[in-house]
């Protein structure tokens, strides 16, 4: 056997070689606390020096007080260094500690580069992909409303299974509870039709039909439509979130396991809470619209007795049923569009907050959507 020729790294590191063996002895604490640990590079030039590589590299950790993740570390920059050098790493002159930790470090090799390889798809490819993911959506949109009308005839003929106190809650959920953000935006409506109008017909000496303008824009358009959207952001949504909830916690297949039909139990009572208070809400949204613009009228030096006189003259009861008609259908399409992303909801917290925003955004695009459908058939029907 060789003279042992030691190489020291202050008082916790020792390197010897005895014979084709290089012995790699530490002492003292090892952790990340301690600091100042020596680092490998003082193994990687005991290795390359002397001529011979050696054979195998043993360590002597029985002077080591304390260790964490710093002798691992260690341990495995000197696993490396015996890899690239084809030396021999005695994992057995370890302590069972390190040596299983270590072993663990080296079982799976490093990846060097985990980013996610996107393969390039050609133009036609993409429509392809688009109109297979859009026509699966289309279907399973379709399955829905087949599966709510269904509901909706169980329901006529009396053999729907849910709860009227359901209906209730969500009756005061999407009405009562909505009363004041329904109010204050109905008013403020109300107002700045009343100004742009004042703009408008100031110059004609027609302040008058202010009221015209107000009373036929919240009764045909802006009441229903500016309720609609604010149902679609708030109780829409509030559907969506509630209905992917109960599907990420597994409630939804829990009824179909107990023989309940989801959309029985849960769609059904919100679409009829909803398809029964939104003409409401319309309704008292056009009285509150017509008061906002009464405020804005007496500031321009007409009395109350002449607005409520033009806007009884204007508004008579085809344009309030052209509104009411609108409204029973807009609440249909909030609560379809915000149950529909609540079923579709996947399985995890983010999930769900993307079905709420789908809700939102789909609810106020078929809003919009109807809306043009019923203005030409209202201007075909001349009403």
Known sequence: MD?????????????TREGDALWVRLRGPWTL?????????????????GGALPRIMRFDLTGVTEYDSALVSFLLNCHDICVATKTQ??????????????RLA???????????????????????????????????????????????????????????????????HCGVDALPIVTLIAFLMGLILAYVGAVTLRPYGGLIFIANLVGLAMVREMA??????????????SFAAQLGTMKVSEEIAALRTMGLSPIEYLVLPRMIAL???FPLLTLYANFVGMFGGLVVALTMGLSYSQYTLQITNAVDLTNFSVGLIKSFFFG??????????????????????????????????????????????????KM
């Open 106 to 172: 080296t079982a799976v090799p490093q990846v060097e580069d985990v980013r996610p390889r996107l393969a390039r798809q050609n133009f036609l490819a993409q429509i392809g992909i688009w109109a297979q993911k859009e026509w699966a959506e289309a279907l399973e949109v379709l399955q829905f409303l087949g599966d709510c009308t269904l509901a909706l005839r169980r329901f006529f003929v009396g053999r729907a299974r849910f709860r009227w106190s359901d209906v209730w809650l969500e009756m005061q």
């Open 33 to 49: 606390m301690t600091g100042n640990r020596p680092l490998p590079t003082a193994v990687r030039t005991e290795v390359a020096q």
């Open 3 to 15: 003279t042992p020729t030691p190489s020291h790294d202050g008082d916790a590191l020792t390197i």
């Open 224 to 237: 229903s439509m500016m309720t609609g959207v604010l149902m679609s952001g708030r109780t829409g949504a």
């Open 89 to 102: 790493f005695d994992f057995e002159s370890l302590p069972v500690g390190p040596r299983q930790l270590l």
């Open 332 to 381: 249909i399409i909030v609560a379809v569009t915000g149950c529909l992303r609540g079923m579709q909801c996947g399985n995890s917290s983010a999930a769900v907050g993307e079905a709420t925003t789908r809700a939102v955004v789909s609810g106020i695009t078929w809003l919009v959507v109807a809306d043009a459908i019923f203005a030409v058939i209202f201007n075909t029907l």
């Open 275 to 277: 398809f029964l208070m």
